[in-house]
């Protein structure tokens, strides 16, 4: 099935894409995750992504997941 989007290879990522879902060993699209539950007013769920990531992720992406656990308290 041909969409059309031929006209927009330009617009398109190439071989050197970045994909944000892998970035910092997919800890930084949890915390996204996180946020999407937080929006959707689900503190539980956001608090499980949050406690994993502090948990299990990258220094830096911790202090991130910490600094918005705080903001939940």
């Known amino acids: 099935m ?4 031929g006209d ?3 617009l398109l990522a ?4 970045l994909d944000v879902d ?5 800890f930084s699209a949890k915390l996204d995750l996180a946020r999407a539950y937080l929006e959707i007013n ?8 949050i406690d994993e990531v502090i ?3 990258p220094p830096e992406v911790q202090d991130e997941a910490l600094a918005l656990k ?4």
């Not at 892998?22 to 997919?26: A, D, F, K, S, V």
């Open 2 to 5: 041909d969409v059309g989007l």
């Open 8 to 10: 927009f290879e330009d």
């Open 14 to 17: 190439g071989e050197d894409s």
């Open 22 to 26: 892998t970035e910092n060993q997919g």
């Open 42 to 49: 689900d503190s539980e769920s956001a608090l499980k992504v």
């Open 55 to 57: 948990k299990d992720g």
């Open 70 to 73: 705080q903001q939940l308290s």
